[in-house]
């Protein structure tokens, strides 16, 4: 027996320790093997010369290249290694491909790409393309190939989903910078949900509700006038006025880089210590894992520049410093997107009327293959185009019925990748301005420094010329009475240049006043704050400048909270509460019980204000994220009103609310909400508690090993040290700086830079997760820009 017991208990033990060789076997295979070496000599197909890239502690490449040609095909294969998935996943969204590898799941969003024509724009501006810029794209798109050709171990992705890239090309790379153009535009949410106001609650409401720009709204260049006239209403035609119904549809993305809460700020030497100027830039984005940025140094022919690259693109884009200035880019904001309702012939839909009769919309054909369980099928999708652009309607879920969209993304001669190729080498003002004159889209206002001492920006977007109306709400399109004639020329775009105040700074606020329409969307609130800032003191030293990124002062709380204090004195259950706010500095930190209590205020402040006047389901969208400006904007207009009609619930017939009544209201909501969520001690409802970052990956809703845990973080929706947070999920961050740059422009060797949570996508790399947390810190790590050539980690790619 003894015998038995014993082999039984050899055989087990045998099992499990040939399963536990199996799993690390697996392991080692799967997550391991196809991390790539940053040391020893790499032999390409594709290079001219050998090509130097040393990486530094923090997986930030800095690629030495003897020719320009050589240099963007070491980005590609670079990028490539560390970001495949990445890079795969954009391309297939940009293609309308995500369901050959994703399946049904991901049909319905194939299907608004196709019907978009993301890929079909994408053809259409590479075969456009200057040549010069041609090449750069080639370029990098051999790179890229070089990797897929030669990995002998994939990333763990395409293990678990049983595919293999295909071969890269170089439309793949156009239609990336195409998908970021689109995703930084607010017209494809915000006219769509005004449009669904306008439809429930009617015309008064919807105009109360559209954000007017202050008189005394902070601009860029720090003067106070607005970016233009408010808009009359008599210029707002409204498709719901003629009862159009708003259509269903399907959730239209999955890759998303849209800027709610950016800034730059730059101090020109009059107003720093060192008498030299200061640059930061802080684009902020949804973070996401991997990294929506990847940061690479470029140093070869013209270029010696570093920054973010977006993957799967050429280039230093969203923020970067060279040789001679550092720049930044924040989300313009701008209209360059119309909605047109369509008026289909009964007899024929496949023609629409227009001013000279019915004419004929352009019809392509797609298949889409579907990937399933025993292997493919093919839907087929039919594309209506008419001269305003696709029909939309049945794939953006907030469109009304037979609606055309109209994009300048969709137009010819986009210029994304001409201008930030000529950016990345230009050597001042005048041939920064140049370069930019060529990007049509997408909308961004881009802050500027350079070596010798010179400050300012330029703002890029191709504002419509329109016959008439602003393009804030869907129109009638069977006249051609809102058409665009054609568009704002780049010599009237708002810029600066070493303006008289010694500083410009960008919060997605008023550039400053021109006669035509940009947008009515700007956001003011940490504009006001830094205003605050930058009033107190004359002059800053490095370090103050770096502290201002982390700011977490909430302008919005400092002007209700002392309306909410008079508002509920005397109300002894909420006495515990009142003085968490009273002893409050405003700064919604990571240890404040005061920002929890605050911002669940705020947030039922605005549902308790709207959502009874609009319903459950708009309230929902409006206060999500993106949009919550809106209400923010209506909320701060009428703060000092007391009695302001907006206060009344239409639901209390024989009540009419004031200011006082619904912050009552809304503090006891807020006390109640966070004592069954926090227990009822508010001394412990801190922030950090409630308010953490979860790094998602793509495939982390099933896989969610490859998320990261939360991660306490600071700020919040209205502070310069953004931290939005999720209003599906409060308060969970879902937006912030993800990508940080601070340089001392006389010194470009201490410039410093972030962008969690790490520089490589690949499970298990040291760089996949290492940045998150001193992100969440405030820190930021160095550019090394002038020493990287001493870097020890040294790989050298071979012909």
Excluded at 249 to 254: A, V
Excluded at 321 to 326: G, H, K, P
């Amino acid at each position: 027996m003894k015998s038995k017991k014993g082999r039984a208990l050899v055989i087990t033990l045998s099992i499990v320790l040939v399963l536990a060789i199996v799993i690390v076997t697996a392991i080692q295979v799967v997550f391991r093997l196809p991390q790539p070496s940053y040391s020893g000599t790499e032999k390409l197909d594709g290079l001219s010369a050998a090509v130097e890239v040393r990486t530094d502690e923090y997986g930030i490449p800095h690629i030495f290249a003897q020719n320009e040609t050589d240099l963007f095909f070491a980005q590609g294969y670079i990028t490539a290694r560390e970001r495949m998935f990445q890079m795969d996943m954009t391309r297939l969204a940009g293609r309308g491909e995500l369901s050959t590898v994703l399946g049904d799941m991901m049909l319905n969003t194939d299907k608004f790409f196709r019907t978009v024509g993301f890929y079909r724009a994408a053809e259409a501006e590479y075969a456009g393309m200057d040549p010069s810029a041609r090449k750069v794209v080639d370029d990098y798109t051999r790179g890229v190939n070089a990797y897929i050709n030669g990995v002998k171990y994939l990333p763990s992705e395409y293990t678990i989903l049983g595919f293999k890239p295909q071969v890269w090309k170089s439309q793949d790379t156009m239609v990336c910078g195409i998908l970021m153009a689109y995703s930084l535009n607010r017209s494809k949410d915000t006219e769509l949900i005004l449009n669904q106001v306008g439809e429930y609650a009617g015309g008064e409401l919807l105009d109360s509700i559209i954000p007017r720009v202050p008189a005394d709204a902070p601009t860029v260049s720090g003067t106070v006038e607005p970016a233009q006239p408010a808009t009359s209403d008599a210029d707002r035609p409204s498709a719901w006025g003629e009862g159009v119904a708003a259509g269903s549809g399907h959730s239209e993305s999955l890759i998303s880089l849209d800027v709610p809460a950016s800034n730059w700020m730059i101090f020109s030497g009059k107003r720093t210590d060192s008498g030299k100027a200061v640059f930061t830039g802080s684009p902020d984005l949804a973070p996401t894992i991997p990294a929506l940025f990847y940061l690479v140094h470029l140093k070869g022919g013209d270029y010696d520049v570093m920054g973010g690259a977006i993957p799967g693109t050429p280039t230093v884009t969203v923020l970067g410093l060279n040789r001679y200035f550092a720049w930044s880019t924040t989300n313009g904001r701008g209209d360059e997107m119309d909605f047109f309702i369509e008026k289909i012939n009964p007899a024929d839909t496949d023609q629409y009327l227009t001013e000279d009769g019915y004419k004929n919309f352009q019809i392509v054909e797609e298949t889409i293959r579907v990937k399933g369980k025993d292997g493919f099928r093919e839907e087929k999708l039919r594309v209506r185009i008419s001269r305003h652009g696709p029909i939309i309607s049945e794939v953006m879920p907030r469109a009304p019925a037979n609606c055309a969209m109209m994009w300048v993304g969709l137009q010819p001669r986009l210029g994304i990748m001409e201008g930030f190729i000529a950016l990345d080498k230009a050597r001042d003002f005048d041939e920064f301005r140049r370069a930019l004159s060529v990007v049509r889209t997408p909308t961004l206002n881009l802050g500027y420094a350079d070596i010798y001492g010179n400050i300012g920006y330029q703002y890029i977007m191709s504002p419509p010329v329109r016959k008439a109306g602003d393009g804030t709400l869907p129109v009638p399109g069977e006249e051609g009475k809102y058409d665009w004639t054609g568009y704002v020329p780049f010599e009237k775009l708002p810029y600066d240049f070493n303006p008289a105040q010694g500083y410009v700074a960008s919060f997605n606020n008023v550039p400053y006043k021109v006669d035509y329409h940009i947008t009515d969307y700007w956001m003011i609130e940490r504009a006001l704050r830094f205003d605050q800032i930058v009033g107190s003191k004359d002059r800053f030293s490095l370090d103050e400048i770096r502290k201002m990124q982390l700011d977490n002062v909430s302008i919005e709380a400092q002007t209700w909270v002392p309306l909410i204090l008079s508002a509920c004195s005397g109300l002894k259950d909420l006495k515990p509460a009142l003085e968490l706010l009273r002893n409050w500095n405003y700064s919604s930190d990571v240890d404040s019980p005061a920002a929890t209590l605050f911002n669940s205020f705020y947030s039922h402040m605005a549902q308790n204000t709207l959502e009874n006047k609009i319903g459950a389901k708009l309230m929902a969208e409006l206060a999500q994220d993106l949009q919550v400006y809106i209400p923010d904007r209506l909320l701060t207009r009428i703060a000092g009103a007391k009695d302001d009609i907006l206060y009344d619930d239409v639901t209390t017939a024989d009540l009419k609310e004031t200011r006082d009544d619904i912050i009552r209201k809304s503090m006891n909501d807020a006390n109640a909400e966070l004592t069954a969520r926090l227990g009822p001690d508010p001394a412990k409802w801190q922030w950090g508690k409630v308010h953490q970052m979860t790094f998602k990956h793509p495939l982390g809703s099933k896989l969610g090993f490859y998320n990261l845990n939360p991660i306490p973080t600071a700020g919040d929706g209205f502070t310069i040290n953004a931290g939005m947070w999720d209003s599906k999920n409060p308060y969970a961050m879902d937006a912030g700086g993800v990508i940080r740059l601070v340089v001392d422009m006389s010194d470009l060797e201490k410039s410093t830079i972030m962008s969690p949570p790490g520089q490589s996508g690949l499970y298990m790399s040291p760089y996949y997760n290492d940045l998150a947390q001193m992100w969440a810190n405030g820190q930021q790590v160095p550019t090394h820009f002038l020493s990287a050539g001493e870097l020890p980690q040294l790989l050298i790619l071979q012909p």
